[in-house]
């Protein structure tokens, strides 16, 4: 849900009730300040939906990763 700055003001109550739900975006003239989550968000449930994405034949080791991430730089 996206929100602006001054309606977030005028209704705390009912996006804090909101935001333990979904997430709330924040704006302030027209652009994106702010976002408003739950910190009860299960982080391991959002990992295991992206398990299966990367190819088995493209999978990494961490040494692997570093590098690519390093040869970015």
Known sequence: ???TAT???TNLGKYLEL???QDIFI???GKSIARLTSPAVNKLA???NLVGIIPQEQAM?????REERM???
Do not use: F, P
């Open 61 to 65: 080791d961490e040494n692997e990763l």
């Open 7 to 9: 309606e977030l003001k």
């Open 46 to 48: 959002l990992l295991d």
């Open 19 to 21: 935001a333990s739900s």
């Open 1 to 3: 849900m996206i929100v």
């Open 27 to 29: 704006t302030k003239n």
């Open 71 to 73: 040869s970015r730089q």
